[in-house]
């Protein structure tokens, strides 16, 4: 079993180098690749747009972009067992949006895919109270965001790993994309029946679980094989720490 860390935890403080070998110091033996350091998720979560950036850029570009900070893991003995693709993949009343994060995240394949990365996290499109659409419109919209990847994940040895997700407004806590293990399973089995094989699974979010209150054993069970990774960390059951 490959024991990993979010890079996230300790490159912005110590730089690159001394990061990921502070990670593989500590004992840990592989990273959670985190490739969304471009975007102001706050901003759109607002419902601000990014403007044009290296995600935006040819394949090669954006390959010879992360090149460096992927020598520097390898240089510090870890492997990437599981990367995070840009998010979220949405904004209100900008279908365009999602459109332009569908290009990005087949580029994302393939940047996993050099990094003999097995696993990259791509969030849902989240309903949450008062949405302006109805929970089976964004079911039909994650189907086709993640369904136009299916043509990419053939090509590549890179599966497509949902989340379970929660939303906070006001400082109050839901449930969202995925958090019903049954709404997860039918995104899964429904994804890998389009894709006529195993190209998409779950990676299961203790904290996320915890702060919605959802049941983690019947989770597990329900979701079984379907679960490819893990994202396990601890809160108080107020907000995703």
Known sequence: MEISIQGVAATPSLGQDAGYKAIAEAGFTAVDWTLDSC??????KAGVEPERCIYDEPLEKLIEYFEPELLKIREAGLKVTQ???????SIDGNPGFTERCVRIFKKIIKVCERAECKNVVIHGIRHYPGCPESEQKIRERNLDMYGALIPTLKGSN???LLENLPITQKGVCFSSVCSDPHEAVDYIDTLNDMAGGEYFGLCFDTGHLNIVRVPMHGYITTLGRRIKALHIHDNSADGDR
């Open 39 to 44: 975007w102001d998720r706050n901003k759109i």
């Open 158 to 160: 890179v599966r497509v």
């Open 83 to 89: 990367a995070h693709a840009p998010f979220p993949p």
